[in-house]
């Protein structure tokens, strides 16, 4: 510990408060409204994120997220891009959003 606070002298907190973040979006054993909010909880912290980086940085973004459990989670899907990117998804594979979200979905 002692030394991952030395090799991160700066950003060692960050880093341990973002895993303790991840580790929420892998919890299982929740109801699916409990998921469902943790879901949109998380996609709007993503976009967010996005938004702001894109803004002071001018870094483009496309991402797409769904829940992890098949039976549980259908109705869990998400994506996003910044202004730059809008057309990434049916420039680059030839998709709309809601057939990327499929097509995510079908590799979990």
Known sequence: YELFKKEYRDTWQDILIKFEESTQYTETGKTIAQ????????????????????????????????GSIVNQDASLGYAYTTPGAEDFFMERCHAD?????????AHI
């Open 97 to 105: 959003t809601d057939a990327i979200i499929g097509h995510f979905k």
């Open 35 to 66: 998921r469902q909010q943790l879901f949109n909880k998380s996609a709007k912290r993503f976009t967010q994120s996005l938004v702001a980086l894109s803004k002071a940085h001018g870094i483009e973004t496309a991402f797409v997220m769904a």
